[in-house]
């Protein structure tokens, strides 16, 4: 596994053509340390290498093996999401950063430029190489409209969890999975030794926590895969399952599990209620949700199926989203916790949480007792608002 050096840190931040070039130069011989330097200068925070046998044992829409028969390698791309992402809501006066330069800005355009320029790396040394993005737009599984798969951290495990929806693809013949086949990032992270899947169903790393998203590249090109993750981050004895408790819908399982074997070993993460996370992600929850500011608001920001509900009022920058209520369990909190645990890499001067977290009180009015409001003179309308 890599890590991004200074020196490499400084380079990843200037023209990606330098970068190529400069990788370019050093082109010799073909080896896991090239292809991490590559990926690194790219733009990659971390990086990890997998050889494809670790995935035996997976279901097989879950295996990127059947993307790719002949590959030999997987190489697992981390890209950081910024601190500074989560500051604006934590104060609960800037909601775009998340999306715009996280969450979705990752997976729209830092993750395809790098891999566009990683992958044809790779291809100029005589092996093919497929770029797989944080997106997962088409899939048979889990019975889940298409529009909603794409995330990291749905549940996806058909052994367990997850239904084919017939109607949607089949297979081109026997034995073939249905297409489109999808995995896990998570799943390759742990086998690219990059960390560890938190009781969350979050991957953690030792350098962000839980602030990272994933893409990958397959290649027929053997390369020395990475030693799996033997540190321990989530300790749940210690947290008191903050991810649990400061989830404001309740949508991860105190109980339940979700369980995997993959590289030898047995995986399992709490079970999310999906519908639950999302409705809240997407600002359905009012006291974590300031744009919410009518009891129609209430319902457009909360109608189902929620691919309506998050369009309203704020439509998504990117395809996928917003992130009204900015992961306060799975990410927020986790990060606190492992940064004051000091058990992470990337340290800041100054502690995340200052003060206790906002949150929205008071009854909801309707648009037509709003803009009534509204209309009173200002010293009236202060005492309402007021009150
Ligand atoms: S908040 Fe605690 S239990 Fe939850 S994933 Fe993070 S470390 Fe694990």
Known sequence: MSRLSRRQFLASTMLTATALSSCQANNKTFSAKKVKDYALMCGADIVGITSMDRFEGIPKLLDPRNIFPEAKSMIVLGFRLLRGNFRGIEEGTFFSAYNIMGHEGVRWVFQPVTLWNFTKLIENEGYEAIPIPDNFPWSNIDNLNPDEIGTDFINVNPSTFGKIDGNFSRPVSEGKPYPDVFFQLKVAAFCA??????????????????????????????????????????????????????????????????????????????????????????????????????????????????????????????????????????????????????????????????????RMKGKLKSKAELEAIIKQPEEKRKKIDEQ
């Open 193 to 358: 030794g990059l960390g560890e899947i938190g009781y969350s169903g979050t991957f953690l790393t030792p350098e962000f926590g839980p602030r990272q998203m994933f893409a990958a590249v397959i290649t027929d090109a053997v390369l020395e895969p990475d030693p799996l993750f033997t540190g321990k981050l989530c300790e749940k004895d210690k947290c008191k399952m903050i991810c649990v408790k400061d989830c404001p819908s309740h949508a991860i399982s105190e109980k339940e599990m979700v369980k995997i074997k993959v590289a030898g070993k047995e995986l399992e993460w709490a079970r999310l209620d999906f519908n639950k996370c999302s409705v809240s992600f997407h600002g359905g929850d009012k006291e974590y949700n300031p744009f919410m500011v009518t009891t129609e608001d209430e319902k457009g920001f909360t109608e189902q199926p929620y691919t309506k509900s998050r369009r309203y009022k704020m439509p998504p920058v990117y395809w996928y989203g917003r992130a009204i209520e900015g992961m306060r369990g799975c990410q927020m909190a986790c990060m606190i916790h492992l940064e004051e645990q000091k058990k992470l890499k990337n340290v800041f001067k100054t502690q995340f949480r200052q003060k206790a977290p906002w």
